[in-house]
């Protein structure tokens, strides 16, 4: 699950990175940021444990 969460993370990175600097479509930019800095934070705070 953590792996999903990480990758998921990456992704929202990227696609926050490229509309950001692309598309520039808005608010909706910032809101993929925040939630990719959830999962990278939810990622860190349960660590490894399976």
């Known amino acids: 699950m953590s ?3 990480y ?3 990456v992704i929202l990175i990227i696609g926050w990175i490229l509309g950001f600097f692309v598309f520039s479509v ?5 809101i993929l ?5 959830i999962a990278i934070l939810l990622r ?3 660590g490894r444990s399976v």
């Open 3 to 5: 792996d999903i969460l």
């Open 7 to 9: 990758i998921l993370a």
């Open 26 to 30: 808005g608010s909706l930019i910032h």
């Open 33 to 37: 940021l925040v939630v990719a800095i």
């Open 44 to 46: 860190l705070i349960r």
